[in-house]
Each structure stands twice: as structure tokens, then as C-alpha cells.
């Protein structure tokens, strides 16, 4: 009897061993499946985040290049402007009156065929106060033709400037 005890032990024994040992193994290969999935969910995860960096860094340069192009555009608006000083609207400083006087001094007094697309009174109190008018013309070939005459406005009170600081004038003729 003993014999037969020691016998069911041991095969009970090498049972339980084979049971653990297929539930360890099913664990482990449970455990590795979801180590996997894991992996692939943070590759996922890594993916998307790169690609939303990529396009913070893509908007981030679009929103730098928009500001950079606008303040180029700005530039080259003010490549087209001239600073009358000392300038008197006999018509008003509305700036379509203000357009009507400037058109005049260009034909009449500086004896020019360029009109201006635009006038407008300088609004600063400085400015103000010394009669200052921004014209803006179509193209800047119309502009050196009127600052080449501005010689002519010799004997009168008005002056002609350019709308550009030294920095950018420089740039502008090299």
C-alpha cells in the first residue's frame, strides 16, 4: 500500500508539475502576445506624434513665412510712397481732394506725367501740423520721375521725401 500511495504521489505529483508548467507556458505566451501589442500600440503612438510635431513645425514655419511675406509686401508698398511736406490741399484733405492737389503739383508745377494712385494726410500731430501727405504711386519708375522733377518745387514751401528709412532706401538702390 505504501507503494501504491507512493506511486499516485509521484503521478499526482508529475500531474500538477505538467498542469503548471502548460499554465506558466499559456501565461508567458499570453504575457509575450501582449507585450507585442503593446509595442505596436506605442510605434502608433510615436507615429502620431511625430506627425503632429511635423505639422506644429510646418505650421509654425507657414505662420513665420506668412509674417515674413507680409512684412515684404509691406515693403515693397512703401517703395511706391513719397512724403510730401509742407503740402496745402486747396481742395480739402479728404484724400480724393487731397489726390485732385497732388495730381496738380505733379502736371502743373513739377510738369510730370505721373499721377498718383492714392493721398492721404499724415495723421501723427507733427505731421499734422506741418501739412504732411503720404502719395503713394503705381510703380516706381513713376516715383523716381517725380522725385528727378522735385527740383522744380525749388521757391515754394514743399518738400518731397522718400517713405523708406536709410536702411531701406540703401537696400532699394543696391
Same mark, same amino acid.
Given at each position: 500500500?505504501?507503494?501504491?500511495e ?15 508548467a ?6 508567458? #505566451? ?7 501589442? #503593446? ?30 511675406n ?17 503740402f ?6 479728404s ?5 485732385? =492737389?497732388?495730381?496738380? #503739383?505733379?502736371?502743373?508745377?513739377? %510738369? ?12 501723427? %500731430?507733427?505731421? =499734422? ?14 516715383k ?6 522735385r ?14 528709412t ?9
Open positions: 500500500m505504501d507503494r501504491i507512493e506511486q499516485l504521489h509521484t503521478r499526482l505529483k508529475e500531474e500538477v508539475s505538467k498542469q503548471v502548460v499554465a506558466v507556458q499559456q501565461q508567458h #505566451l499570453d504575457a509575450q502576445v501582449e507585450a507585442q501589442q #503593446l509595442k505596436e500600440r506605442v510605434k502608433q503612438l510615436e507615429e502620431r506624434l511625430e506627425l503632429a510635431l511635423t505639422c506644429s513645425t510646418s505650421q509654425t514655419n507657414t505662420v513665420e513665412e506668412n509674417k515674413q507680409q512684412a515684404d509686401k509691406e515693403a515693397r508698398k512703401k517703395e511706391l510712397n513719397a512724403i510730401l511736406r509742407n496745402e490741399s486747396p481742395e480739402g484733405d484724400p480724393e481732394s487731397l489726390k485732385v =492737389a497732388v495730381d496738380a #503739383l505733379l502736371s502743373r508745377k513739377m %510738369k510730370t506725367a505721373v499721377v498718383c494712385v492714392s493721398a492721404k494726410r499724415l495723421q501723427s %500731430k507733427k505731421d =499734422a501740423a506741418l501739412g504732411n501727405a503720404l502719395v503713394q504711386f503705381e510703380k516706381k519708375t513713376d523716381h520721375t517725380v522725385f528727378k522733377a527740383a522744380k518745387l525749388a521757391g515754394t514751401s514743399i518738400g518731397m521725401d522718400d517713405d523708406l536709410r536702411l531701406q532706401q540703401e537696400c532699394s538702390m543696391g
